[in-house]
Nanobody, 122 residues
Framework: QVQLVESGGGLVQAGGSLRLSCAAS???????????AGWFRQATGKERELLAD????????YYADSVKGRFTISRDNAQNTVYLIMNSLKPEDTAVYYC????????????WGQGTQVTVSS
């Protein structure tokens, strides 16, 4: 079993910043560097979307167009933690944010956090 715990969500004004954290642990948790980490979000009435992902070393990162240039994904393998730094937040960024892990060389994300609410006021 792999547990992911997100933190750092909250209420922020438009133009503000937040940093989300996601700590991984578990009895059968393998080496953190064997996982690709991703951040997703789901707004009310919308489908869950992939915002960013990062490979084991941090050398390869993907960003959705909607967050490119504003959000930064990073990881600390020594701490088994993934971060999402969100700058220049907009009201349309309001959503529940989730982190997820998938084993390298696979497609789907089997491990998910419980989500953290981010609300951006105008």
């Amino acid at each position: 079993q792999v547990q992911l715990v997100e933190s750092g969500g909250g209420l922020v004004q438009a133009g503000g910043s937040l940093r989300l954290s996601c700590a991984a642990s578990g009895r059968t948790f393998s080496t953190f560097t064997t996982y690709v980490a991703g951040w997703f979000r789901q707004a009310t009435g919308k489908e869950r979307e992939l915002l960013a992902d990062i490979n084991w070393s941090g050398g390869t990162r993907y960003y959705a167009d909607s967050v490119k240039g504003r959000f930064t994904i990073s990881r600390d393998n020594a701490q088994n933690t993934v971060y999402l730094i969100m700058n220049s937040l907009k009201p349309e960024d309001t959503a529940v944010y989730y982190c997820a892990l998938r084993p390298r060389f696979t497609q789907g994300y089997p491990y998910w956090g419980q989500g953290t609410q981010v609300t951006v006021s105008s």
